[in-house]
């Protein structure tokens, strides 16, 4: 596994193309500053002139439209809080250990995302009435190196239904109060709040608006999983952020010093939903005590949560776990389920610890 790191604070998985994560022991934030939000790219972070660069929305609408980025920022823009969660976030615990990037808990963050939201565009190139998905394509392309494969290069892209598209998805110019960086998606990215990060498409160039759901690479043969309708396995886009809560600190392998007050602390997210409680256990599952929620709820962000652990008097391994429920009735599970291959890793991780 690679830990290099960017001053202790960003793990690098991958140098080329770019893929770090947050080292998850120093959230100490609602916010996670840009330059210690995870990047996952696919493919190299292609350089785009801003002065020529433009949006087009084409397919099934009346007015097909190319926007510059000027006219972009003279449209009305709203600002939203949304968690990004990597689909592949937390593989790292998953054994035996599958292929794709090693993430830890760190392929998560929460951050302020400006920008017009796509409902507005779509209302200027008129959509059709027949439409049924959006599709985003990035600027980024390269070639998928595991089959099975599209032959040649591919651009990265994704789709949302009409419905998601026109409620609350984003077209983000500003990270945090500051334009977007070359790594995060600049000058333009598509944001869909409550969605796995896969969704929220980089370097946006050019918007479809189709009468029939997408099914390209990245919908379909990577981020995906098996659903099972009356026990069929189904091959189905992963979409909604499903229930998690992370540990911050401690950390693996932490060394506490016993009989004291210890802070443990981290972070919960769901989907569309309110995070209503998260316990915590220290003796692998068997027991549970309630943990503080920290601030009040925000849609779409992650909760920051603590909780004063008395830590045993006798010095031994112990194994921490955190355990969220929320708003829509959904819990943690305990185990990994299988038909997600090595993606949503929502299970109740484990954090060994010494006690000392
Ligand atoms: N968009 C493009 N064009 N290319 C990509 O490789 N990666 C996706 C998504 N958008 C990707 C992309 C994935 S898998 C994730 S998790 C998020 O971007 C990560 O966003 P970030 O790098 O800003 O954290």
Not at 252 to 281: C, F, K, N
Not at 305 to 319: I, L, M, Y
Request: hydrophobic share 40%.
């Amino acid at each position: 596994m690679n830990t290099d790191t960017l001053s202790g604070q960003m793990i690098v998985r991958e140098a080329e193309p770019l893929n770090i994560e947050m080292s998850f022991r120093t959230l100490d934030s609602l916010i996670t500053p840009s330059e210690r939000f995870f990047v996952r790219c696919h493919f190299p972070i292609p350089e785009i002139d801003v002065k020529t660069w433009r949006l087009k929305i084409e397919g099934s609408v009346e007015k097909p439209l190319a926007l510059s980025y000027t006219e972009l920022r003279q449209m009305e823009s709203r600002t939203l809080t949304a968690t990004l969660e990597c689909a592949g976030n937390s593989r790292a615990s998953l054994t035996p250990q599958p292929k794709g990037t090693s993430w830890e808990l760190g392929a998560v963050g929460n951050a302020e995302w400006t920008g017009v939201p796509l409902a507005a565009v779509l209302e200027r190139a008129e959509m059709k009435a027949s439409a049924v998905h959006v599709i985003f394509t990035g600027s980024d392309q390269g070639e998928i190196a595991e089959p099975p494969r599209p032959a040649g290069e591919i651009q990265y892209s994704r789709s949302v239904p009409c419905d998601k598209a026109l409620k609350d998805v984003l077209l983000a110019y500003q990270m945090n109060g500051e334009e977007l960086t070359p790594a995060h998606g600049f000058p333009v990215r598509v944001i869909v709040p409550g969605w796995y990060g896969m969704a929220s498409v980089k370097w946006l160039e050019r918007i479809i608006v189709s009468d029939t759901p997408f099914t390209g690479y990245f919908q379909t043969i990577d981020y995906a999983f098996w659903d099972r309708r009356d026990g069929l396995p189904e091959r189905v886009p992963i979409t909604e952020m499903r229930i998690k809560a992370e540990i911050a600190r401690p950390h693996i392998g932490e060394v506490v010093p016993a009989a004291t007050a210890y802070r443990m602390h981290g972070a919960a997210w769901s989907g569309d939903a309110h995070i209503m409680t998260v316990d915590i256990s220290d003796d692998a599952g068997a027991t549970w005590h309630a943990a503080r929620l920290l601030g009040s709820f925000m849609p779409n962000a992650w909760q920051l949560w603590e909780h004063t652990w008395q830590t045993p008097a006798q010095p031994g391994r112990r194994t921490l776990m955190a355990r969220a429920t929320d708003s829509c009735g959904h819990a943690q599970p305990s185990q990994h389920d299988d038909d997600c291959g090595s993606y949503l890793v929502n299970h109740c991780l484990p954090i060994e610890v010494e006690v000392r």
